[in-house]
Protein backbone atom coordinates (compact mmCIF):
# COMPACT_ATOMS: atom_id res chain seq x y z
CA UNK A 1 0.00 0.00 0.00
CA UNK A 2 1.22 3.57 -0.54
CA UNK A 3 2.06 6.22 1.93
CA UNK A 4 -0.46 8.95 1.69
CA UNK A 5 2.47 10.98 2.59
CA UNK A 6 4.22 10.06 -0.36
CA UNK A 7 1.31 10.39 -3.01
CA UNK A 8 2.17 14.25 -4.54
CA UNK A 9 -1.54 15.45 -4.68
CA UNK A 10 -1.90 14.59 -1.26
CA UNK A 11 0.90 16.61 -0.25
CA UNK A 12 -0.08 19.91 -1.93
CA UNK A 13 -3.54 19.84 -0.94
CA UNK A 14 -2.29 18.99 2.77
CA UNK A 15 0.07 21.55 2.62
CA UNK A 16 -2.21 24.54 0.80
CA UNK A 17 -5.04 23.60 3.34
CA UNK A 18 -2.64 24.61 6.62
CA UNK A 19 -1.21 27.75 4.39
CA UNK A 20 -5.21 28.22 4.22
CA UNK A 21 -5.72 28.01 7.90
CA UNK A 22 -2.73 29.84 8.57
CA UNK A 23 -3.60 32.83 6.55
CA UNK A 24 -7.46 32.47 7.56
CA UNK A 25 -6.62 32.81 11.62
CA UNK A 26 -4.24 35.59 11.02
CA UNK A 27 -7.38 37.25 8.29
CA UNK A 28 -9.73 36.98 11.29
CA UNK A 29 -7.69 39.37 13.44
CA UNK A 30 -8.84 41.92 10.30
CA UNK A 31 -12.56 40.92 10.07
CA UNK A 32 -11.28 39.30 6.86
CA UNK A 33 -10.70 35.50 5.05
CA UNK A 34 -7.88 34.59 3.14
CA UNK A 35 -9.97 34.75 -0.36
CA UNK A 36 -10.73 38.38 0.70
CA UNK A 37 -6.57 38.57 1.09
CA UNK A 38 -5.86 37.06 -2.12
CA UNK A 39 -8.52 38.85 -3.89
CA UNK A 40 -6.93 42.20 -2.58
CA UNK A 41 -3.39 40.61 -3.88
CA UNK A 42 -4.52 40.32 -7.59
CA UNK A 43 -6.69 43.41 -8.01
CA UNK A 44 -3.83 45.84 -9.68
CA UNK A 45 -3.64 49.52 -8.96
CA UNK A 46 -4.91 50.17 -12.06
CA UNK A 47 -7.99 48.19 -11.51
CA UNK A 48 -8.75 44.77 -12.86
CA UNK A 49 -11.63 43.69 -14.94
CA UNK A 50 -13.74 41.32 -12.25
CA UNK A 51 -14.20 38.57 -14.82
CA UNK A 52 -9.98 38.34 -14.60
CA UNK A 53 -10.25 38.50 -11.04
CA UNK A 54 -11.57 34.75 -10.55
CA UNK A 55 -9.67 32.94 -13.47
CA UNK A 56 -5.65 34.54 -11.60
CA UNK A 57 -7.33 33.08 -8.41
CA UNK A 58 -8.54 29.53 -9.48
CA UNK A 59 -11.57 30.56 -7.77
CA UNK A 60 -15.36 29.77 -8.83
CA UNK A 61 -17.72 32.99 -10.03
CA UNK A 62 -20.15 31.61 -7.29
CA UNK A 63 -17.44 31.85 -4.73
CA UNK A 64 -15.90 35.11 -6.16
CA UNK A 65 -18.93 37.17 -6.26
CA UNK A 66 -19.51 36.56 -2.45
CA UNK A 67 -16.48 37.35 -1.74
CA UNK A 68 -16.78 40.58 -3.54
CA UNK A 69 -19.70 41.79 -2.08
CA UNK A 70 -18.30 41.06 1.30
CA UNK A 71 -15.48 43.56 0.05
CA UNK A 72 -17.88 46.12 -1.63
CA UNK A 73 -19.88 45.56 1.40
CA UNK A 74 -16.77 46.56 3.87
CA UNK A 75 -15.81 49.52 1.70
CA UNK A 76 -12.03 47.35 0.56
CA UNK A 77 -13.21 47.85 -3.26
CA UNK A 78 -15.30 50.09 -5.53
CA UNK A 79 -16.43 49.15 -8.76
CA UNK A 80 -16.43 51.20 -12.01
CA UNK A 81 -18.40 50.56 -15.25
CA UNK A 82 -15.97 50.74 -18.17
CA UNK A 83 -17.48 53.79 -20.00
CA UNK A 84 -16.63 52.56 -24.03
CA UNK A 85 -18.18 48.99 -22.47
CA UNK A 86 -21.36 48.61 -20.05
CA UNK A 87 -20.69 44.97 -19.34
CA UNK A 88 -17.00 45.21 -18.16
CA UNK A 89 -16.99 46.14 -15.12
CA UNK A 90 -13.08 47.73 -13.04
CA UNK A 91 -12.25 46.39 -9.68
CA UNK A 92 -10.34 49.02 -7.63
CA UNK A 93 -8.70 49.53 -4.58
CA UNK A 94 -10.08 51.87 -1.75
CA UNK A 95 -8.09 53.45 1.00
CA UNK A 96 -8.83 50.77 3.02
CA UNK A 97 -8.58 48.28 0.44
CA UNK A 98 -4.98 49.21 0.17
CA UNK A 99 -4.22 49.30 4.18
CA UNK A 100 -5.22 45.68 3.85
CA UNK A 101 -3.34 44.80 1.36
CA UNK A 102 -0.22 45.65 2.91
CA UNK A 103 -1.41 43.49 6.41
CA UNK A 104 -1.63 40.63 3.40
CA UNK A 105 1.86 41.12 1.40
CA UNK A 106 3.15 41.04 4.75
CA UNK A 107 1.63 38.10 5.90
CA UNK A 108 2.63 36.10 2.42
CA UNK A 109 5.80 38.43 2.70
CA UNK A 110 6.50 36.64 6.58
CA UNK A 111 5.98 33.09 5.80
CA UNK A 112 7.37 33.20 2.20
CA UNK A 113 11.23 34.53 4.23
CA UNK A 114 10.38 32.12 6.52
CA UNK A 115 10.26 29.06 4.33
CA UNK A 116 13.19 30.62 2.35
CA UNK A 117 15.13 30.10 5.64
CA UNK A 118 14.53 26.23 5.88
CA UNK A 119 15.87 25.71 2.37
CA UNK A 120 18.63 26.35 -0.23
CA UNK A 121 18.57 28.07 -3.47
CA UNK A 122 18.89 24.54 -5.18
CA UNK A 123 15.77 22.95 -3.17
CA UNK A 124 14.02 26.19 -4.35
CA UNK A 125 14.97 25.54 -7.45
CA UNK A 126 13.83 21.52 -7.61
CA UNK A 127 10.71 22.80 -5.83
CA UNK A 128 9.78 24.56 -8.86
CA UNK A 129 10.83 22.29 -11.31
CA UNK A 130 8.47 19.32 -9.40
CA UNK A 131 5.79 22.13 -9.22
CA UNK A 132 6.20 22.48 -12.79
CA UNK A 133 5.38 18.99 -13.59
CA UNK A 134 2.75 18.81 -11.93
CA UNK A 135 1.28 21.90 -14.15
CA UNK A 136 2.14 20.19 -17.37
CA UNK A 137 0.75 16.61 -16.14
CA UNK A 138 -2.68 18.59 -15.00
CA UNK A 139 -2.44 19.75 -18.87
CA UNK A 140 -1.63 16.60 -20.48
CA UNK A 141 -5.08 14.77 -18.03
CA UNK A 142 -7.25 17.29 -19.04
CA UNK A 143 -6.55 17.76 -22.53
CA UNK A 144 -7.06 13.74 -22.83
CA UNK A 145 -10.88 13.86 -21.88
Not at 2 to 16: L, Q, S, T, V
Not at 25 to 43: E, G, M, Y
Not at 44 to 57: D, E, F, R, V
Not at 59 to 84: A, F, N, Q, V, W
Request: net charge positive.
Amino acid sequence: MINKKHIIDFRIRWAWHSISRLYNDRAKNHKATTSTAFAILNIAKTGTLSTQLGPKMGMESRSLTRTLKGMLDRGLIRKKTDPKDKRKVHLFLTKRGVAFRKIASENVKIFNERVFEKISAEELEIFYKVMNAVDETIEELKNEY
